[in-house]
């Protein structure tokens, strides 16, 4: 009596892998453009996030709350207000290095955005923040009341 075998041979393994592969290969430059355009997004929603933050350490703390923002490839984003306790300058949380973690070019109409401890913007006017990546481009408004919009 012959004894029947279990398993697959490796040519249906080769086979397997094969199809598998090919269909990756397939599906991931369609999964590029949203993930390009997720990290866009992702950058502006770390942009009101900050602007939230400084808005918010303005009215606790009784003082200017300001958004510093550094435009370009090399864009990044940090939040001050005064210290609770002595003179000068507080960093509010830390420094965040949108071109590094969003890998996004940013383009800003203003260097900085300062809030009253009411939450009103100081003397800004419209200040406009574009996140750009590979031909996606996002558009953060801050308006002179302090309210940021997309």
């Not at 990044?76 to 003179?87: I, L, M, Q």
């Not at 574009?130 to 997309?150: C, M, N, Q």
């Amino acid at each position: 009596m012959r004894q029947r075998r279990r398993g697959y041979t490796i040519f249906e393994l080769l086979l397997v892998v094969t199809v598998i592969g090919a269909m990756a290969a397939m599906a991931i430059p369609k999964l590029k453009e949203p993930m390009i355009r997720e990290l866009v997004r992702s950058a502006r929603r770390t942009m009101v996030t900050h602007v939230a933050q400084a808005r918010g350490a303005a009215a606790s703390r009784g003082c200017r709350g300001v958004v510093h923002v550094v435009s370009g490839a090399n864009a990044r984003v940090w939040v001050t207000t005064c210290r609770v306790a002595g003179a000068g300058m507080d960093t509010v949380g830390a420094v965040d290095q949108l071109s590094d973690r969003y890998h996004v070019s940013v383009q800003s109409s203003v260097d900085s955005v300062q809030f009253s401890p009411n939450g009103i913007a100081i003397g800004a006017g419209w200040s406009t923040l574009v996140f750009a990546r590979a031909g996606f481009s996002d558009t953060l408004t801050i308006s002179p009341l302090g309210k940021a919009s997309w």
